[in-house]
């Protein structure tokens, strides 16, 4: 049974470039959760996702950042017109249907603006 | 809202010797959840061990074990037997368990480095 999986892993972007991160949950899951990770600090939550819906985004940036979780395919977490300060690490993370107390992370994809 | 806090400078642990790492929050929250990740050097995060509020015996798994002290605010993490793979940050986090809040929130982390 495959873990979360993220891709990529590593990204670099200029600054003012789009940003695409992708997420598969778990085979079975259908909540997908998107946490930040900035360098010496602990994950962040930024937006919980059921498919075709946004439940909470209230810690998602009001600007430039959107997410999406469609009926087919894995969610995505768009940066645009990336700015230094988005450097980090952004984790996804997946529950199932009714147990719903644990979060399964994936890998990451640490984000480089230059 | 939930706070997590963790205070604890880097710890240095013997192999095979027990660890154990603090973790205080605070909530308004009646029902609520703890959970511990591990995070090594190589920068996933691991689920290690789950602890409810309404759980009343301690949780288990393993090696790891929680010591929840309700009344206290407090979820500390107990490693035993520590082994060379242990070295890691390890968050600890929690849940308020309400209808459409499903937020983690982490504390900042403790660092513990296993020595042989």
């Known amino acids: 049974n495959a873990g979360v999986m993220q891709n990529p892993r590593h990204l670099v972007r200029r600054r003012g470039q789009e940003a695409r991160l992708r997420c598969s949950p778990m085979?079975?899951?259908?909540?997908v959760y998107w946490y930040r990770q900035l360098p010496e600090e602990g994950l962040k939550f930024m937006v919980y996702l059921q498919k075709e819906n946004i439940i909470d985004e209230s810690g998602m940036p009001k600007e430039r950042f959107s997410a999406e979780f469609p009926k087919e395919g894995p969610s995505i977490l768009r940066i645009q017109q990336v700015v230094r300060g988005d450097s980090a690490a952004y984790f996804c993370?997946?529950?199932?249907?009714?147990?719903?107390?644990?979060?399964?992370f994936g890998p990451g994809t640490r984000l480089l603006v230059l | 809202a939930q706070k997590i806090t963790q205070t604890q400078p880097g710890m240095f642990v013997q192999e095979k010797e027990a660890v154990t790492l603090d973790c205080t929050y605070d909530t308004s929250d009646q029902s609520y959840g703890l959970f511990w990740y591990k995070q090594p050097s190589s920068g996933e995060m691991i689920f290690l061990i789950y602890?409810?509020?309404?759980?009343?015996q301690n949780a288990t798994e393993g090696r790891y074990s929680l010591n929840f002290q309700k009344a206290r605010k407090s979820a500390n993490l107990v490693i035993s037997a520590s082994q060379l793979g242990d070295s890691a940050m390890y968050f600890c986090a929690m849940r308020g368990f309400f209808y459409g809040n499903n937020r983690l929130a982490f504390g900042k982390g403790n660092q513990v480095v296993v020595i042989p």
């Open positions: 085979k079975g899951h259908s909540h």
């Open positions: 993370a997946s529950s199932p249907e009714l147990a719903e107390e644990t979060q399964y």
């Open positions: 602890q409810g509020s309404y759980d009343e």
